[in-house]
Every structure is written in structure tokens, then in C-alpha cells.
């Protein structure tokens, strides 16, 4: 057999493989429906490559290493008390100042399968049952937390804690599939965003590789408990923030890597605007006491998946081939986990960009929460809180 006979057999036996999938050890092989859809990138010239050469977020201090796993948002109350967040087991824990105590749930489901596991990726499978609070905000007038739960929805829970209450379950009939972030207005209203329709958050690697477009960004009125849909058709929609004044929100389009300006009031309310182009994949946002945005990033987008977002269907190949999702997951990201904190201007100008390029301190941030001059720094991935001094 000539070599050129001989690659044909070979492409011809990894297409067939790639089209039975016979030993179901593919990355979508328990995902009968996924389908790879292109994405509208923004041209890779324009992707952002300003640098923190001094990798700065190394110098970060690791607090609580191991007491908590995955704490995903920082919030802290009304009193400066704190921080707040919502971890791994479905909890929302409460630092007193000596030690984290439980502060409230998402799900009356408190069984053996909520128990404390040695990673946070270990809880994946029973979040739906055990609840996974993502994003957290407090209303500084009444004191209440309002809880982003991945699986419950949007919720709320009082300042003594306790058993979250449902405010929003479904939005124009579409069940929340993967609430996310959320940001709450001066008349209560709250702005919040469903990442997938058809993707639930122990899927996320899934949603992340099929790229659809299915995300919602809502708003829930609290005098008439109504939820109405403000923009459809979003590629994993997540991070999302109110401006200073109120006046706009921003919020990130994780899969095409944008920020996006939305307004609401003054002429232009209703309109969307493009904001800023990411030099990564994004997390939560949250504003500043000077109205300037910090956006947390997983790691910075490789020339790999930008190329890989162009052609859905070389994407879906590979992800045919008996290859485990964390091994497509870590190709898809470069190959391991490197944080970046990225400040934003009202604007959309990059005003400073901190990094750990190597992953060696801080792997992963999921919120940047600047309070007193330090900025806190959870990971949905991380057994601790990464705490930088910004002096």
C-alpha cells in the first residue's frame, strides 16, 4: 500500500470511528442532540494582548485554602460584613471575622450526597439535587440576598439566612436552565442572565465546546413578580452589572468573547451596544465605587479555540474522537488554568490588567470584588479565596 493509500485508510477509519462512536468515550458521546455552531468572532488581530508581565496576581494572599471549595461570588452586606459566597456543596457560607458559618441554602435537600468531597468538580453530578449558588447580591435598603442558583433560579433570602425562597423559575414559559450573575437596581429590580436553555452548569464544558446560542439576559420585577425576557439569542451569556448611575448594565458574551452594553434608561433605552472586546473567557463582573468594571478571565482565548470557533465542524470531529472532555477543555484553554483580572473604564477602555500567566498562585477567578482597596477574588474551581492589595 502506498502512504498516501495507507492515510486514506486511516481518515477513512477515523471517520467512520468518529461517526459511531462505538466505545461512547467521546467528549459528546452521553449528548445524543449536541450539535457545533460557528461563531462570529471578532477578527483575532483585535483581541486584546496587553500584558501584566510582572504577573502581579501572584502576589495575591491565599485565604481559607481548603475550608471552602469553589466560592464563586464575593458579596459582602449592607453593614461592610463579610464576604458572603456560595460554594460547592450548595451552601452560602458567612465569614464572621474567625470562621465561615453556615448563612443560608438553595435547596431543602441537606442529604449525604451535599456532604463535603475532596474537590469541587466532585459535586458536579448531584448539583441539580443539591443546588449551586453562583451569583450574589445584596439589596443595601432591605438587607435580603439575592441568590443567582444555577438549577433553583433566582432567589432570595432574608438577612437572618436560612432557606432561600424562589422568586423565578421560568421567564415567557422557557425554564431556567443555568441562572448565572446578577445585578439588582435602586426600585428593586433585578437583571440576571440564564447562560443555556438547553445546557445545565454540570454540563458546562458541553455548552462551552457547542457554543449555541441559546442564552437569555432577564429582568425580574419585584412589585409585579413578573420575568420578562430583555435579550435572547446569546452565546453563553454570564457576568452581568449594573452601571454606577444605574443607567446601563454590562455583561459578558462568554463564547464570542464580547462585552455588551445594554440601557435602560434615557433615549437609548432598549439598545445594545458594543462594549469591549475580551482577551479571554469571562466569569462575573462587578463595579467599582469609581463606576469601573472589574471582569474576572478563566485564561486567555488560545489562537486554538478561536480557530475552532470558526469551523464548527473540524470542532465537532475532534470532539467525536475518544478524547475526555477535560483533556478538550484543557486544549480548549491552552492547555492549564491561568487567571486574569481585567478593569474596565465606563467607557470600555482596559485601565489595568492583573495576571498569574502560569497558574501559579491564582489558577482560576470566577468574581473580582474590590471593597477597602484589596480586591477579592473567588473561583468556582479553587479551594480558597484569593485576597490582592491593590496599594
Known amino acids: 500500500m502506498t502512504p498516501r493509500g495507507f492515510l486514506g485508510l486511516v481518515i477513512l477509519l477515523l471517520a467512520v470511528y468518529c461517526g459511531l462512536d462505538p466505545l461512547k468515550h467521546s467528549a459528546i458521546s452521553e449528548f445524543p442532540d449536541f450539535v457545533s455552531h460557528k461563531v462570529d468572532m471578532p477578527p483575532w488581530s483585535l483581541i486584546p494582548t496587553v500584558k501584566d508581565d510582572k504577573n502581579l496576581l501572584q502576589n495575591s ?5 481548603n475550608q471552602i471549595q469553589g466560592p464563586e461570588s464575593m458579596a459582602f452586606d449592607p453593614l461592610g460584613r463579610g464576604p458572603y459566597t456560595g460554594v460547592a456543596d450548595g451552601s452560602i457560607l458567612f465569614w464572621d471575622g474567625l470562621k465561615w458559618t453556615d448563612f443560608a441554602f438553595t435547596s431543602n435537600n441537606r442529604s449525604e450526597l451535599c456532604n463535603p468531597k475532596p474537590i469541587a468538580m466532585s459535586y458536579l453530578k448531584n448539583e441539580h439535587i443539591c443546588g449551586r449558588p453562583l451569583g450574589l447580591r445584596f439589596d443595601k435598603k ?5 441568590i443567582a442558583d444555577a438549577y433553583f433560579g433566582l432567589m432570595k433570602v432574608g438577612p437572618e439566612g436560612g432557606l432561600a425562597t424562589s422568586l423565578a423559575t421560568e421567564a415567557e414559559g422557557v425554564p431556567l436552565r443555568f441562572t448565572n450573575d446578577l445585578d439588582i437596581d435602586d ?3 433585578v437583571y440576571f442572565t440564564d447562560s443555556s436553555t438547553n445546557y445545565q452548569r454540570r454540563n458546562f464544558m458541553q455548552l462551552v465546546f457547542s457554543a449555541e446560542d441559546t442564552g437569555r439576559v432577564l429582568k425580574y420585577d419585584p412589585t409585579t413578580k413578573q420575568t420578562t425576557v430583555l435579550l435572547r439569542n446569546l452565546r453563553f451569556p454570564n457576568g452581568l452589572s449594573l452601571s454606577k448611575d444605574k443607567s446601563f448594565f454590562v455583561f459578558c458574551e462568554g463564547s464570542v468573547g464580547r462585552l455588551h452594553k445594554y440601557w435602560l434608561i434615557g433615549e437609548k433605552a432598549g439598545n445594545l451596544e458594543a462594549f469591549a472586546i475580551l482577551p479571554g473567557y469571562p466569569d462575573n463582573i462587578r463595579t467599582n465605587e469609581k463606576g469601573e468594571f472589574w471582569v474576572a478571565i478563566h485564561c486567555r482565548r488560545s489562537l486554538y479555540s478561536h480557530l475552532m470557533s470558526l469551523y464548527p465542524k473540524i470542532r ?3 470532539l467525536k474522537l475518544p478524547i475526555s472532555a477535560k483533556t478538550h477543555y484543557l486544549i480548549h484553554i491552552g492547555g ?3 487567571a486574569m483580572a481585567v478593569k474596565y473604564s465606563p467607557e470600555g477602555k482596559i485601565l489595568q490588567v492583573l495576571e498569574d500567566s502560569k497558574g501559579k498562585v491564582v489558577k482560576a477567578i470566577s468574581e473580582v470584588e474590590e471593597k477597602d482597596g484589596k480586591l477579592w477574588m473567588g473561583s468556582v474551581l479553587m479551594p480558597f479565596v484569593a485576597v490582592y492589595d491593590l496599594s
Open 61 to 65: 494572599e491565599i485565604k481559607f485554602l
Open 142 to 146: 432591605t438587607g435580603d440576598l439575592y
Open 187 to 189: 426600585e428593586g429590580n
Open 316 to 318: 465537532h470531529f475532534l
Open 336 to 338: 492549564r488554568l491561568h
